[in-house]
């Protein structure tokens, strides 16, 4: 056996042992949930729904708050979720010194992703966002603020581009998700 295929296989051995580990350690997790086990998480705080993929090498941190997932979300590489943010008022402290208990509710609030959500590489969504149904989020975005149902957002700050469909369209596609069988097309 040539000596990159046993490397191959060893990878792929300890890649699938990682993955079983560290599955558990997540909030909670549904059917066709994908990870990469060497991104960086803070498993316990993070909530993913139904066919849910994280792409490669994520950055998903939440200590004090939560980072909610819905089904049919699929990341591009190294998407950075961070649910938390640092306290910078108090006068006569270095921000370093501040400790944990010291922050306010405000400071770390949960970021929610919807249903039907694609979020492009390398995207960073701050603190507090809520990315609503059928949205899809640019590569390189930064996402400060809730992104509306099926709107395509780039930039920094993320802005809205245009919109996946148009209000009747929207109408339509979500009946067809639903199963309505008076959608389907004929």
């Keep these: 056996m040539k000596l990159w295929k046993i490397h191959t296989t060893i990878r792929y051995i300890i890649h699938g042992i990682l993955v079983l580990l560290h599955r558990r ?107 609503h149904r059928g949205a899809v989020v640019a590569a390189g975005a930064v996402v400060t603020r809730d992104v509306p149902p099926y709107a395509i957002v780039g930039g920094v700050p993320a802005q809205v581009i245009r919109y996946r469909f148009d209000a009747e369209t929207i109408l339509k596609h979500e009946a067809m998700l639903s199963g309505d069988s008076s959608s389907k097309p004929s």
């Design 25 to 131: 350690r997540f909030g909670r997790h549904g059917v066709h949930f994908h990870f990469d086990p060497y991104g960086n998480y803070t498993y316990s705080t993070i909530y993913c729904g139904d066919h849910v993929s994280l792409g490669m090498r994520p950055w998903l941190v939440a200590t004090r708050s939560k980072i909610i997932i819905g089904n049919h979300v699929v990341f591009g590489p190294e998407v950075m979720i961070q649910a938390g943010n640092h306290r910078m008022d108090l006068v006569g402290r270095y921000m370093d010194t501040i400790q944990a208990h010291e922050k306010r509710p405000e400071d770390d609030r949960d970021v929610v992703i919807e249903d039907d959500v694609w979020v492009g590489a390398r995207a960073l969504i701050l603190n507090g966002v809520t990315i």
